[in-house]
């Protein structure tokens, strides 16, 4: 709960260590994502739809992104212009 008169950001990141192998990487998604979603430890459909699941949602906040970029690459061309 934020307390605080002003609106509160924050920004969380997952990092990973450049030596670590592909699979290594996707075991460490697949853990944290069973902390975000855990009825995949349980629902055996849950987990064979995990991979398309992971996907989707790296898609989606992908574009959102991208949209967010384009969008303030808009507003940065049109501040030079004026």
């Not at 509160?8 to 975000?36: G, P």
């Amino acid at each position: 709960e934020n307390r605080a008169p002003v609106t509160r950001y924050i920004l969380m990141l997952r990092v990973y260590h450049d030596d670590l192998t592909s699979r290594e990487r996707d075991a460490l998604k697949l853990i944290f994502d069973c902390l975000d979603e855990p009825e995949l430890v349980e629902d055996q459909q849950a987990l064979e739809q995990y991979a398309a699941r992971r996907l989707e949602v790296e898609a989606a906040s992908r574009a959102t992104w991208e949209k967010a970029l384009a969008e303030q690459g808009g507003r940065s061309s049109r501040a030079r212009t004026r």
